[in-house]
């Protein structure tokens, strides 16, 4: 059995997110855009992602 899409669309958001030596989120936006493409490529097949996913990007925490 596969991993549930929302486990890895709240992953791939996660992991994108870049924090500064405070503890705020630097990154917000460019995460969320991350997760959205991911979310669109598994609805739609033929979205090419720009740039890549790389493979950290797709890894459960």
Do not use: K
């Amino acid at each position: 059995m596969g991993v549930p899409t929302r486990h890895i669309t709240t992953a791939t958001q996660a992991i994108d997110l870049d924090v500064d030596e405070r503890g705020r989120v630097t990154n917000a936006g460019d995460a969320e855009w991350r997760a959205a493409q991911y979310i669109r490529r598994y609805c739609d097949r033929e979205y090419t992602v720009e740039p890549p996913f790389e493979v950290w990007e797709l890894e459960l925490p």
